[in-house]
């Protein structure tokens, strides 16, 4: 590539944006994007090239440019070999793995517990404190616990994913809950809803939007977490993978790795936004049958 070409490229990805803010829906959900994209990758050549030197011999004879960060295309080489053997693939699983289980047991314990405690009002003065107390301990205070409790293995992993998605989870439910207009509640009691059914049929479909916004957010927390968690608590998975290639001084697989967790990360969220466009929890009722 020329020493011009990617501040060409970034023109014509400006040109792209201008153009593409005037075309019709769907087209600039695609275009916009994409043009975003170009300039990032264009960017990213143009600072690492800066960064390089060249390397001279005895002599005083160009040998080859060293390079401190790894372009773009250094990075797409040097992960061909960790794609090729399918090392990229098992460790990327090891992480959805340990997200999905530590994430599950957070909602599944974090859910109900946040509606118990928005929806009793007792139960809600003993439990709130705690919550706020242990909330904003960071995860990664977890992992010398972690580590001495399940010792180097996916346990560890899971339970530091399950600890940062819970908090998000069991606050933004109980926060649900007492913000539900009270009108709901009582025009259920005027038609003769009260206890298992008031709650199954009002309160619960009134909660979900919300439910699926902390959802939204403890899981893009988790994702996070997984990374540093893998670091040190496992010996396997994108966090390891980072850590593993900046001891060999793979730094190109480093980054490839980055965007390995970036790619995956957006998955997720598209997935989690899916769940916002069920009618129930776009409206926040159930259908009636």
């Given at each position: 590539?020329?020493?011009?070409?990617?501040?060409?490229?970034?023109?014509?990805?400006?040109?792209?944006?201008?153009?593409?803010?005037?075309?019709?829906?769907?087209?600039?959900?695609?275009?916009?994007?994409?043009?975003?994209?170009?300039?990032?990758?264009?960017?990213?050549?143009?600072?690492?090239?800066?960064?390089?030197?060249?390397?001279?011999?005895?002599?005083?004879?160009?040998?080859?440019?060293?390079?401190?960060?790894?372009?773009?295309?250094?990075?797409?080489?040097?992960?061909?070999?960790?794609?090729?053997?399918?090392?990229?693939?098992?460790?990327?699983?090891?992480?959805?793995?340990?997200?999905?289980?530590?994430?599950?047991?957070?909602?599944?314990?974090?859910?109900?517990?946040?509606?118990?405690?928005g929806w009793y009002l007792r139960t809600g003065q003993a439990l709130n404190p705690l919550f706020q107390f242990l909330r904003p301990i960071s995860?990664?205070?977890?992992?010398?616990?972690?580590?001495?409790?399940?010792?180097?293995?996916?346990?560890?992993?899971?339970?530091?994913?399950?600890?940062?998605?819970?908090?998000?989870?069991?606050?933004?439910?109980?926060?649900?809950?007492?913000?539900?207009?009270?009108?709901?509640?009582?025009?259920?009691?005027?038609?003769?809803?009260?206890?298992?059914?008031?709650?199954?049929?009002?309160?619960?479909?009134?909660?979900?939007?919300?439910?699926?916004?902390?959802?939204?957010?403890?899981?893009?927390?988790?994702?996070?977490?997984?990374?540093?968690?893998?670091?040190?608590?496992?010996?396997?998975?994108?966090?390891?993978?980072?850590?593993?290639?900046?001891?060999?001084?793979?730094?190109?697989?480093?980054?490839?790795?980055?965007?390995?967790?970036?790619?995956?990360?957006?998955?997720?969220?598209?997935?989690?936004?899916?769940?916002?466009?069920?009618?129930?929890?776009?409206?926040?009722?159930?259908?009636?049958?």
């Open positions: 590539m020329t020493p011009f070409a990617p501040y060409l490229i970034i023109a014509l990805a400006l040109v792209l944006i201008v153009v593409g803010k005037r075309l019709k829906d769907p087209a600039p959900v695609i275009v916009l994007p994409l043009a975003t994209f170009i300039i990032f990758f264009c960017v990213w050549h143009i600072a690492a090239v800066a960064k390089s030197y060249p390397l001279n011999d005895a002599q005083g004879n160009f040998v080859r440019m060293v390079e401190v960060f790894p372009t773009p295309w250094s990075t797409l080489q040097g992960m061909l070999v960790p794609v090729k053997d399918g090392m990229l693939l098992r460790y990327a699983v090891a992480s959805v793995y340990r997200v999905a289980v530590g994430f599950g047991i957070a909602a599944a314990i974090g859910i109900p517990l946040g509606l118990l405690a995860p990664i205070a977890w992992i010398p616990i972690a580590v001495l409790w399940f010792g180097v293995k996916d346990e560890a992993a899971i339970f530091l994913i399950a600890i940062s998605s819970f908090f998000p989870i069991v606050v933004g439910t109980m926060t649900a809950v007492r913000t539900i207009p009270l009108v709901y509640v009582r025009s259920a009691q005027n038609f003769g809803l009260e206890g298992y059914e008031l709650f199954r049929r009002v309160v619960l479909p009134a909660c979900l939007p919300q439910i699926i916004t902390s959802l939204r957010l403890a899981l893009g927390i988790a994702w996070m977490v997984i990374v540093a968690a893998e670091m040190i608590a496992v010996d396997s998975g994108l966090g390891y993978l980072i850590m593993d290639a900046r001891n060999a001084n793979y730094y190109d697989r480093v980054v490839g790795a980055m965007i390995t967790i970036g790619l995956i990360g957006i998955a997720l969220d598209w997935s989690m936004r899916r769940l916002e466009r069920i009618d129930e929890v776009r409206w926040g009722f159930t259908k009636q049958s």
